[in-house]
């Protein structure tokens, strides 16, 4: 079974600070991506990660993937209240079945 | 990015009553979806695959005969929760797969069951 550790699970700042989440797993993946949720809706696809080592960039919102495809992160740069949600790590792995493997989720306030 | 429609969005029905959600991809085919259950603030289960022409793939301890999936054709598939009571309210959450990687959510269904 594999496993994605997403930490931390609840995260709440001011405006304007930075944060970094984390997802780690023993098992590598072929992809991984970011998904941020908002209360009642589904999740949207931020970034999808494939390279091991690879960084992408989305405006304030920086993803690393790292070299051994195991663990990835997500940077907020001068976090603002619009990024405000249920932040989701999820893995791809031909061994799973076409399933992801979903982190637990980060919950992140930014308050004005 | 692609689109996935998930609908609807709210339904509320009495004890007993079946409820049926439909999840379809609108410019693209899906060979895969997926169908989860979410508890607020928390992470999505898993709770099936619904593969096109072949019956559904559900994870331990999810009842088959409870959450019936039908997956018809390469755009549609549907989940009927069947006798639904209480407990089984929830938020639903179905997704699609574009080729091998990429995964897009529909919008979700919040289900409530009195």
């Known amino acids: 079974t594999q496993l994605l550790e997403q930490s931390p699970q609840f995260l709440s700042i001011q405006e304007g600070e930075n944060l970094t989440v984390y997802c780690n797993s023993s098992?590598?993946?072929?992809?991984l991506q970011w998904y941020r949720q908002e209360p009642g809706e589904g999740p949207v696809l931020l970034v999808t990660v494939v390279t091991g080592g690879e960084v992408k960039k989305l405006k304030r919102l920086t993803f690393q993937f790292g070299d051994a495809r195991k663990d990835s992160s997500l940077h907020i740069t001068a976090a603002q209240p619009g990024d405000t949600g249920l932040y989701l790590c999820a893995g791809r792995s031909e061994t799973n079945a076409g399933k992801s493997t979903f982190g637990d989720g980060t919950t992140l306030t930014v308050k004005p | 990015g692609a689109v996935v429609s998930q609908h609807p969005s709210r339904v509320i029905c009495k004890s007993g009553t079946s409820v049926k959600i439909e999840c379809r991809s609108l410019d693209f085919q899906a060979t895969t979806m997926f169908w989860y259950r979410q508890f607020p603030k928390q992470s999505l289960m898993l709770m099936a695959t619904?593969?096109?022409?072949?019956?559904?793939?559900?994870e331990q301890g999810v009842e088959k005969d409870k959450f019936l999936i039908n997956h018809a054709s390469l755009t549609l598939s549907t989940l009927t929760v069947t006798s639904a009571h209480p407990e089984d309210s929830s938020f639903y959450i179905c997704?699609?797969?574009?080729?091998?990687?990429?995964?897009?959510f529909g919008s979700g269904t919040q289900l409530s069951v009195l």
């Open positions: 619904s593969n096109e022409g072949s019956k559904a793939t559900y």
């Open positions: 997704s699609a797969l574009q080729g091998n990687e990429k995964l897009f």
């Open positions: 098992s590598v993946f072929s992809s």
